[in-house]
């Protein structure tokens, strides 16, 4: 028996990834290089998650030696491994995971790496940090902000975790939504469906052929019958909706005895006559692409996503008569084969007549930009139609703007503190363990002995912080008391839940699909409920 080539290799090993994001997600992820801060309990559990599914190549920066505190909470780490760079011994683990992934490890601290070279972090796709002080934070979000690098933070204190994406502007061209309607056209039927849908005439076919009509035809043809007796709008209310159903039924076969006969097609019809019925329009999102700036000002220095933006909305304009492309499938559903493939073959050519259009709009402005035609691959432009009802941009602050005084989210915070056990609490008592460890040099309660000391200095720094940044709001002292007992400690079982979170969502910015959350995800793993806030 032969035995399957690398391709095939490839494909059994990655399966069911390759259902979620496809071939071309994943060569995104295959030809990605991500750098890793810290090789951390948090740190290494990311990049396993990372390693597995195939990223390209990891690159882990950090300068510290691996401690017995290291081997107790780190699965990739052995006591063996004591006193040596942890980088490296982390590296080596993770690369054993997966031999398709090039592993690297740069053994210096990032705060010197981004004083005596920070364009070294230039050369990543994405830069994830893990448990870094406030201040080397900053300075690195700086860096990769001006150089249009995503970061992704994520740190794990005792039994809180917390995530902030760093992006300034994130495209999504396939972002799955998970209730997509079909896009039938009934309500707008192009030419070529109502053509498709006159040559079958319902009340003159023979009851095999009648009850091997697909439903989308069944629901077209009595539109037609509903526009010309009952109303030139289409059913809308549940009452209408019922007596369009009941316009249907009476269309089912009767045998000899007057009993309707067990048509399964048109079940299905009546079944999906809300959906079907839904009317053609161009999401509110979509608009607002239309109308971004971006969109109507486009430059040489332009992305695609946006030329093809444009384009869809001349298209729009002109041959799409006010809707979008034609997204050209259809459910499966009771006909015979040639029935199905003949409605299916309709769908397909409209669209592939859309694409073409949106196509010739997109050729002319990449010639008007002075681009390249093949700047923009056909593949691409069949995605970029297809999803076209479902195209995101996510545009998050920069954590300059967050940290800054005269920027802070002070409505968003306050208006969640309406629980004061709203994971907002976790986020303020974060700020005041940075601000903890700015003026003291270490985090609270790092040995038994400090606990109760600890207790004053870090309510005196939340109170502080929320003085300085005109917050009255209460937060509980059982909180403070609560975080001066984590001592910074990383215990694992959380850091293995934010390292699956987060690698999630740098899969999500690599492959540029599904959407990530903007901008700030806090985990309590107390409480074990988590929430996103946009700061």
Not at 269 to 282: C, G, R
Not at 415 to 432: F, K, T
Request: aromatic share 8%; with cysteine.
């Amino acid at each position: 028996m032969a035995r399957p080539g690398r391709a095939g290799l490839k494909e059994q090993r990655y399966d069911r990834q390759l259902r979620l994001w496809g071939d071309h997600g994943q060569e995104a992820l295959e030809s990605a290089h991500v750098c890793v801060i810290n090789a951390t309990a948090t740190g290494t559990e990311i990049l396993k998650n990372l390693v597995l599914p195939g990223i390209g190549s990891f690159t882990i920066v950090d300068g510290n030696r691996v401690s017995g505190e290291d081997v107790g909470n780190n699965f990739f780490l052995q006591k063996s491994h004591i006193g040596q760079n942890r980088a490296q011994s982390a590296m080596e683990l993770l690369q054993e995971l997966n031999s398709d992934v090039s592993g690297n490890f740069v053994e210096e601290s990032p705060e010197k790496l981004l004083d005596s070279d920070p364009s070294f972090f230039n050369r990543f796709n994405l830069v994830v940090a893990t448990q870094l002080p406030e201040s080397t934070l900053l300075h690195l979000a700086e860096v990769l902000w001006n150089s249009n690098i995503p970061l992704l933070v994520c740190r794990t204190y005792g039994l809180v975790g917390y995530m902030r994406v760093v992006i300034k502007e994130h495209t999504v061209v396939e972002s799955h939504p998970d209730n997509m309607l079909e896009d039938l056209r009934l309500d707008k039927p192009f030419p070529e469906l109502t053509e498709h849908v006159q040559d079958y005439d319902l009340d003159h076919m023979d009851k095999k052929d009648h009850s091997h009509t697909p439903w989308i035809v069944i629901v077209a043809k009595y539109l037609t019958k509903w526009f010309n007796e009952k109303s030139e709008q289409l059913p809308k209310s549940y009452k209408e909706k019922e007596a369009f159903k009941e316009l249907i039924r009476q269309g089912i076969l009767k045998n000899e005895n007057g009993t309707p006969e067990d048509e399964e097609n048109f079940e299905e019809a009546i079944k999906n006559v809300n959906t079907a019925l839904n009317p053609t329009e161009i999401p509110r999102g979509i608009e607002e692409l239309f109308n971004d700036d971006c969109c109507l000002k486009l430059t040489e220095q332009s992305s695609s996503f946006w030329i093809l933006v444009r384009a869809l909305k001349e298209f729009v304009a002109n041959e799409g008569q006010g809707s979008l492309p034609v997204r050209g499938t259809i459910p499966d559903m009771t006909a015979d084969s040639s029935k199905f493939i003949k409605l299916q073959n309709v769908y397909r050519e409209k669209a592939k007549k859309d694409i073409a259009a949106v196509g010739n709009h997109a050729a002319k402005l990449l010639q008007s930009l002075g681009k390249a035609p093949e700047s923009i691959s056909e593949r691409e432009l069949k995605l970029f139609c297809s999803n076209a009802a479902f195209l995101r941009v996510l545009r998050c602050r920069s954590l300059a703007e967050e940290c800054s005084l005269s920027s802070v989210c002070k409505d968003a915070i306050i208006s969640h503190m309406d629980n004061p056990d709203s994971e907002i609490v976790l986020y303020l008592m974060l700020r005041a363990v940075n601000r903890f460890y700015k003026q003291h040099g270490r985090y609270p309660g790092v040995y038994n002995y400090q606990v109760e000391d600890d207790i004053g200095k870090l309510k005196s720094c939340l109170t502080g912080f929320l003085q300085e940044h005109g917050l009255s709001v209460v937060v509980k002292d059982d909180y403070v008391h609560e975080f001066c007992r984590y001592g910074a400690a990383e215990p694992h079982a959380v850091a293995a839940f934010m390292g699956g979170a987060a690698a999630q969502e740098v899969i999500k910015v690599i492959t540029g699909q599904f959407v990530i959350f903007n901008n700030t995800f806090i985990y309590s793993g107390m409480s074990q409920t988590s929430a996103t806030f946009q700061l």
